[in-house]
């Protein structure tokens, strides 16, 4: 960076690893109540208390990954603890998010030819002499594999489990002793409102982005991208980074309207698993046997979405073995969708 700006070519981005999704910046504001309950709720672990375990809920991009990483960093540091985070998402299987908590906590586990049920004896061989945080993310992605929250579930007074969702509705479809053990406290993440995310957006433009590139027009803009998305700052934050690597591409020093406008018609659609996965599930729980078109109509009640987005939760409902899909007598491609 620095030779760039002794060449005189300074661009738009002073730092791209600001705007990567594994940063975490130094403040996370709006963010101190969510921290602050999880910061009490470590203390009385650390101090030797019984976990009280903790639910955070919230949707995508509300600060959930953000706030845990950075409570976990300083639950090590400050207390004999030992943290573990682990992503539901990334470790699909009950084996590979058992070991992922084993090798966080330093357990050695063989990496070929082992059993989930012997991952899990060590951790709990572990944990009869040890104290753990562990932090499951994205945990609603276990639906229909949730065996393993019902392991974790159990690991009794030496580990604080968080659990991180984009919901409370996938509770509804896991065992309710899992719920009851794992959710015994829970902390709420809403969605960020314009003036909030453009004060993550001044926070990450000064940190990515050289002075004068952008203006407070340029960053409320992104602000209301993210807004209009359900409050998501993570699309905030990729809104804007595109907008800089569009006025950059372009030679342009400042980054405009139009670099934004350009952005957002490029920002990928995101549907998260959560909430509507659980809302198929349980319409047809209550109203019996439904084909994609009546689910469709059913969901449109509550959320904007296309017969096709329909098709894939199924489809994916489907994987999960919560539904049972077959064709309907005599109506050729009509498909029928039950609950299992
Ligand atoms: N209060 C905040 N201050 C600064 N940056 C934030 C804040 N909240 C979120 N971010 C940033 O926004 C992005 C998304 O946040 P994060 O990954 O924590 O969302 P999440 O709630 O875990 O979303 P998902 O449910 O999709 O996993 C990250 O880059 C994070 O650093
Ligand atoms: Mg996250």
Redesign the pocket.
């Known amino acids: 960076m620095y030779l760039r700006r002794y060449l005189g070519e300074e661009g738009v981005i002073a730092n791209p690893d600001v705007f990567d999704?594994d940063?975490?910046?130094e403040?996370?504001?709006?963010?101190e109540g969510q921290m602050g309950e999880l910061a009490r709720e470590i203390t009385f672990f650390a101090r030797g208390n019984a976990p009280t375990n903790v639910l955070l809920w919230?949707?995508?991009?509300?600060?959930?990954?953000?706030?845990?990483?950075k409570m976990l960093r300083e639950a090590s540091a400050v207390f004999p603890l030992r943290t573990v985070y682990v992503n539901a998402w990334k470790q699909r299987s009950r084996l590979s998010v058992l070991s992922g908590v084993a090798s966080s906590l330093g357990i050695p586990v063989p990496l070929k030819g082992v059993s989930a049920d012997l991952v899990l004896q060590r951790i709990e061989e572990f944990l009869e002499e040890n104290r753990a945080i562990i932090a499951v993310?994205?945990a609603d992605r276990l639906v229909g594999r949730e065996d393993v929250l019902y392991d974790l579930s159990r690991l009794g007074k030496n580990a604080l489990l968080i659990t991180?969702a984009?919901g409370r509705d996938f509770l509804s479809l896991i065992d309710r002793r899992v719920v009851s053990s794992l959710f015994q406290a829970e902390v709420e993440?809403p969605p960020?409102t314009v003036p909030?995310l453009t004060e993550?957006l001044r926070?990450?433009a000064e940190a990515g982005l050289y002075p004068g590139t952008y203006d407070d027009q340029v960053l409320r803009a992104c602000a209301a991208v993210g807004y209009s998305r359900g409050g998501?700052?993570?699309v905030?934050?990729t809104c804007l980074f595109n907008a800089a690597k569009r006025a950059e591409a372009e030679g342009s020093r400042r980054i405009t309207l139009e670099h934004v406008k350009a952005a957002r018609a490029a920002l990928p659609e995101?549907t998260?698993l959560e909430p509507h996965l659980s809302l198929i599930v349980r319409i047809l729980r209550e109203k019996g046997p439904l084909t994609t078109k009546e689910i469709y109509e059913e969901v449109r009640k509550s959320y904007n979405v296309t017969i096709r987005s329909i098709r894939n939760y199924v489809r994916e409902l489907e994987r999960l073995g919560l539904v049972k899909v077959s064709r309907a007598p005599r109506r050729g491609n009509v498909l029928v969708v039950e609950a299992k």
């Open positions: 999704p940063y975490l910046p403040e996370l504001p709006f963010r919230g949707p995508p991009g509300t600060g959930k990954t953000a706030t845990v990483r993310d994205e991180v984009n993440y960020y909030q993550i926070q990450r998501d700052a993570r905030a934050i995101r998260p």
